[in-house]
Every structure is written in C-alpha cells, then in structure tokens.
C-alpha cells in the first residue's frame, strides 16, 4: 500500500492563481517531510518540514505540516508559467536501523499564459 | 565543480544483458543514492550508500548490485536487463549522513530494455 499520496495527479491553471498541493501519508515514526520540483529533469528540493505547524516560505510557495492528521500542503501564490513542473512529496522514516526515503507520485502542474 | 555526474545519458538493453551505471560526485559528499523514476511513480531508492564503504538496500532493491568504490564514485549494476528495469535512473549524493533534504540529484540515464 502507498505510504505517500499525493493530490491532485495533476492539474493545470492560468498565470496568476493560487494552487494547494496536499500529501498526506502513513508511516511509523515520521522524521520529515520533503517537497521537490521536477522540470525536465532531476528533482531540485524545496521544503523540509519536521513540526507541526510551521510555515516554510520561499517566495511565492509556502508549505505546512500537521502531524496530527498526517499531511503537508505546498502552497504557489500568483503563479507563473516557469512554476510548471511536477511537485514531488517524500517522507523520511526510521526502518532496519536506518532512515528510508519514500515518495510520492507527485502532482504535475500546468500554468497556461 | 561539475557536481553529480551520469554515465550514459541514455542506453538501450536487450532482455538479459548487463551493464553498469556509473555515478561521481565532486563535492566530498559522504552519502549516495539511487533511484529509478517510472512514469506516475514518483522516484523510488533502489540501494543507498550512507557512507563509504558501506552500502545498503532501499525500497526496489531486486535485479540490481551496487558499488561504493570510493567516495566519488557509486555504480549501479543489472546483471540480467528485464523490459520492468526500463525507466529513468538518477543518482544522487548529500553532504551528511542520509541528509536527504540536502541531497543533490544528477542529470538521470534513461535506460530501455527491449
């Protein structure tokens, strides 16, 4: 079963709208939480969240975590053209005696001029 | 710095060849990675190397071998290529022990198996 899901698959909107992608996930003893954006190639890292509740911002994207009901958002504020790419989540959680990484299937945003 | 290398940028197999993928990085980093990125899978590590000398299995780990051969280099091997391996692979190193959010990805090698 996928311990991460992300929503929507994919979704396309016009320069300027707001978009909130979710991933929620199930794991034993959550570590973290990472955000990525995939262009045409390797995945360049956005986000790391570990608490509850606090905002993470960089520009135009911010991103939250609630630990309680297991899931992060990844917020895109008046969003541009070169914000298309998709939108990778991953969990990070203790297994083995080691840290594993899994992610999700990721969202593909699409902004139209 | 040229950061994470690939070789190849592409490949194509036939059922039950082998071959090696290889991985540099030049930042000194300590810990390495692998993945595979299907279409709508997201990416999945196959094996990792949190430090050298050591080497370790992830969520995909079946049909491939891996080398940590020093601190440089991490090399991926199928001994016996199957059409389920086709897929882009990447690499990846991060400075500190399993620090993924610091992880820094190479350019991928798109590999097909007929």
């Known amino acids: 079963e996928d311990k991460v899901v992300q929503s929507p698959l994919s979704l396309v909107v016009h320069e300027g709208d707001t978009v909130t992608l979710n991933c929620s996930y199930e794991?034993?003893?959550?570590?973290?939480l990472l955000w990525y954006k995939q262009e045409k190639k390797a995945p360049t890292f956005l986000f790391m969240l570990t608490s509850s509740g606090i905002e993470k911002k960089s520009g135009r994207l911010s991103s939250i975590l609630d630990k309680k009901e297991l899931f992060s958002i990844l917020n895109i504020t008046a969003t541009q053209t070169g914000d298309s790419a998709i939108y990778l989540c991953a969990v990070v959680f203790p297994q083995g005696g080691s840290e594993k990484l899994v992610f999700g299937k990721g969202t593909k945003l699409t902004v139209n001029p | 710095n040229a950061g994470v290398t690939q070789t190849p940028k592409f490949q194509v197999l036939k059922t039950g060849q082998s071959m090696t993928l290889q991985c540099a990085q030049d930042m000194n980093h300590n810990s390495m990675y692998w993945y595979r990125q299907d279409p709508g899978m997201g990416l999945r590590l196959i094996y990792y190397?949190?430090?050298?000398?050591?080497?370790d299995k992830g969520e995909v780990p079946n049909g491939y071998n891996v080398s940590r051969l020093n601190k440089r280099e991490f090399s991926l091997r199928l001994e016996s290529a199957a059409p389920s391996q086709t897929s882009v692979y990447f690499c990846?190193?991060?400075?500190?022990?399993?620090?993924?959010?610091?992880?820094?990805f190479g350019p991928g090698t798109r590999l097909t198996v007929l």
């Open positions: 794991v034993t003893n959550f570590r973290s």
């Open positions: 190397s949190a430090s050298e000398g050591t080497t």
């Open positions: 990846a190193s991060s400075e500190y022990r399993l620090s993924y959010n610091e992880q820094f």
